[in-house]
């Protein structure tokens, strides 16, 4: 089949593993539209460090293999803390008017924009007032987060009566904020969610169900290919962290350290200590300087990643494949249900009430404890240790 010139599919690639989902995504349903990804090269720290520049231009070769036009954009949204429904939507509002008015999408006129594959962020209304017209839009995953809370904050009749309303302001140009329906959830964590979920008082009834595997196996030859990664002849074990931090209780993070321990072959396996690409704290760095000096006290084998290193930015699920990894440690993230799906032979392990109790970065911490459930329903192929 002739690919449609003419007819165009939109990704917005709001972190780099967004962009590896679309590209598995790409993978698993071929279609002949044209397409077309925007990345953010904003200054802020958030668009900054999920989407290193530099680092993506390493990949630029193999990003071509799967898209037809690349296009940076200067796109942020920075909100300010609001009390009530309306303010938030005003100032969301004025948000996407000024990301509008100096974004140039540079979509041709004979353009017909068919799909929109983005994961919130307000790019879709953005790229909605440039249109003037509703393609279908779907929703990219790029956290556990925007899951947990589709399937745990149902919707009310308020909710209902205020979306009815943003859209009537929406449609008499009162507002550049539309409440946007999307058509199906794109990734890997839903598939085991049988619960509806509710995006924007929407519900999404499809799932569109990706597995990371077979890209991430072509990432890490590439990245082979480009680079020379050292290793040493011993088996890698992953230790990837975002926000761990040291219990109150000195038993509990004692008993943490010896169970880690207990999984390791001292002999055989070497530690590989990766540390999230963007967030981090002195609570944290507290934590792992803490656990090292326990491998070296119990003479474990391990290996940082320096902040200085290039696989800093690397995603963990990338660093697994480069470095044949199969057993992984992790906090909450959604590396360990990423990996776990991805190949049935790597061992994911999430010390979840640990997880739960000491972590530094407190924004959902109160969610992610009241709906502990979610994690076991998303984490069927992980092992969570006490």
């Known amino acids: 089949m002739v690919k449609k010139e003419n007819i165009c599919d939109v990704y917005y690639g709001r972190t780099l593993i967004t962009i590896i989902s679309v590209m598995a995504l790409l993978e698993k349903k071929k279609n002949h539209n044209k397409k077309i990804l925007y990345i953010s090269n904003n200054d802020q720290k ?17 990003l071509k293999r799967y ?62 007032n440039e249109l003037g017209y ?97 290793k040493n002849k011993l088996n890698y074990v992953l230790f990837c962290y975002v926000a761990f931090s040291i219990s109150k209780e000195k038993k509990e993070f004692n008993d943490l350290l010896n169970k880690i321990s207990s999984l390791i072959d001292k002999k055989k396996e070497c530690v590989l200590i ?52 199969k057993k992984v440690f992790s906090d909450l993230s959604t590396v360990p249900f990423h990996l776990g799906d991805a190949k049935k032979n790597i061992k994911c392990y999430l010390p979840l009430n640990y997880a739960l109790k000491n972590q530094s970065h407190d924004l959902y911490k109160t969610r992610d404890e009241k709906f502990k459930d979610f994690f076991y329903k998303i984490g069927r192929n992980v092992t969570f240790i006490k």
Do not use: C, W
């Not at 520049?53 to 630029?60: A, G, N, P, V, Y």
């Not at 199906?184 to 569109?208: A, T």
């Open 274 to 325: 990766k540390g999230h690409p963007v967030y981090s704290s002195i609570e944290t760095k507290k934590f792992v300087k803490s656990m090292i000096v326990f491998f070296k006290k119990n003479k474990i084998k391990y290996q940082l990643i320096s902040k200085d290193s290039f696989l800093k930015d690397m995603p963990a699920q990338i660093i697994v494949k480069l470095y044949k990894i």
């Open 46 to 62: 958030v668009y900054k460090n999920h989407l290193n520049k530099k680092f993506l231009d390493f990949f630029k070769v193999f």
């Open 134 to 230: 509703f393609p279908k839009f779907h929703y990219l995953e790029h956290g556990y987060g925007p899951l947990r809370d589709s399937i745990y904050f149902p919707v009310k009749l308020k909710h209902l009566m205020f979306k009815y309303l943003i859209k009537f302001f929406y449609h008499i140009r009162i507002i550049s904020y539309y409440p946007i329906r999307y058509q199906s959830y794109v990734g890997v964590l839903g598939k085991f969610i049988s619960n509806k979920k509710f995006f924007n008082y929407e519900s999404i009834n499809k799932n569109n169900d990706i597995n990371l595997n077979n890209i991430l196996s072509k990432l890490s030859k590439y990245v082979e290919r480009k680079k020379k990664i050292k």
């Open 67 to 128: 898209f037809d036009e690349i296009h940076y954009i200067d796109y942020s949204r920075n909100l300010r803390k609001k009390n009530n429904f309306f303010s938030k939507i005003f100032e969301r509002s004025k948000s996407i008017k000024l990301n509008h008015k100096k974004i140039d999408f540079k979509i041709k006129k004979n353009f017909k924009i068919s799909n929109v594959y983005a994961g919130g962020d307000d790019f879709e209304n953005t790229l909605l």
